[in-house]
């Protein structure tokens, strides 16, 4: 006859099984829904303190601030990090190697603090996008979720993003302007506010029928950020906007 201690340790053990069972399935398909969401998600290259965000192709694209993403200001060196991946031609960025092994030292290592540098970086424009993601989508992350993942053909502890990332001068670029919609440039004097949310209204149904309408994206976006910094619109309301 078993006894208390060993009847719990066995129930135990079965709770374990089960979990292991049944909730790994669940959790899987929860990560591969969330990978593909990401996967999906768009992060654009605007300028040195500004990144433009488009939940997926059938989506509008958003123009937000680096304070919008939770980072302190422009000048934040995580922020850096993430404006120099967008704004490079290839996207991609490195981690150095982890350990150095000095000759005279036998088998002892050093750690390279240019990796933890790096790392840090990394770990911690991530952590806030996690944040940001999660917040304005309602997106849930497992634990230990990753935004980045190796170049499998690319060089040695070469790293990108998952999501689809553009910049200004890679071949990946939109060519999203922000300047004049045209080559006059609106008389922004003459947009009130109503004025302006019937352009928007206008250029989001032409993306609905056209989601990759370059044309459409151009004049969209220079309406919203006009939006945003005179009338005070929140992320609530410009999500809802360019959602109608």
């Known amino acids: 006859m078993l006894?208390?201690?060993?009847?719990?340790?066995?129930?135990?053990?079965?709770?374990?099984?089960?979990?292991?069972?049944?909730?790994?399935?669940?959790?899987?398909?929860?990560?591969?829904?969330?990978?593909?969401?990401?996967?999906?998600?768009?992060?654009?290259?605007?300028n040195d303190s500004s990144v433009i965000i488009r939940?997926?192709?059938?989506?509008?694209?958003?123009?937000y601030d680096c304070r919008h993403l939770g980072f302190r200001d422009c000048n934040t060196k995580?922020?850096?990090?993430?404006?120099?991946?967008?704004?490079?031609?290839?996207?991609?960025?490195n981690f150095p190697q982890a350990y150095h092994y000095p000759e005279g030292y036998g088998s002892r290592r050093i750690k390279n603090k240019q990796y933890d540098a790096q790392w840090k970086l990394c770990d911690e424009a991530c952590k806030r996008l996690l944040v940001f993601l999660g917040k304005t989508f309602g997106w849930t992350f497992p634990k230990g979720f990753k935004l980045y993942e190796k170049i499998?053909?690319?060089?040695?502890?070469?790293?990108?993003?998952?999501?689809r990332t553009r910049g200004f001068g890679g071949d990946q670029s939109i060519g999203v302007t922000t300047g004049p919609i045209d080559d006059s440039g609106p008389d922004w004097s003459g947009y009130d506010e109503v004025k302006l949310l019937s352009k928007i209204n206008q250029?989001?149904?032409?993306?609905?029928?056209?989601?990759?309408?370059?044309?459409?994206?151009?004049?969209?976006?220079?309406?919203?950020?006009?939006?945003?910094?005179?009338?005070?619109?929140?992320?609530?309301?410009?999500?809802?906007?360019?959602?109608?």
Not at 82 to 87: H, N
Not at 210 to 232: F, M, Q, S, V
Request: one cysteine or more.
């Open 3 to 46: 006894t208390n201690f060993e009847s719990r340790k066995l129930f135990n053990q079965f709770l374990e099984f089960i979990g292991q069972t049944h909730d790994q399935p669940v959790e899987a398909e929860l990560t591969e829904d969330i990978e593909n969401k990401v996967k999906d998600l768009e992060i654009s290259y605007e």
């Open 55 to 63: 939940e997926a192709l059938s989506k509008s694209p958003i123009p």
């Open 78 to 93: 995580s922020w850096k990090f993430l404006i120099d991946v967008l704004s490079d031609d290839n996207h991609s960025f």
């Open 152 to 163: 499998v053909t690319g060089p040695e502890r070469e790293y990108r993003f998952k999501f």
């Open 203 to 244: 250029l989001n149904k032409k993306l609905t029928l056209n989601p990759d309408c370059h044309e459409a994206l151009d004049h969209l976006i220079p309406y919203i950020k006009y939006g945003r910094e005179t009338y005070g619109w929140s992320d609530e309301r410009t999500r809802a906007l360019v959602s109608a």
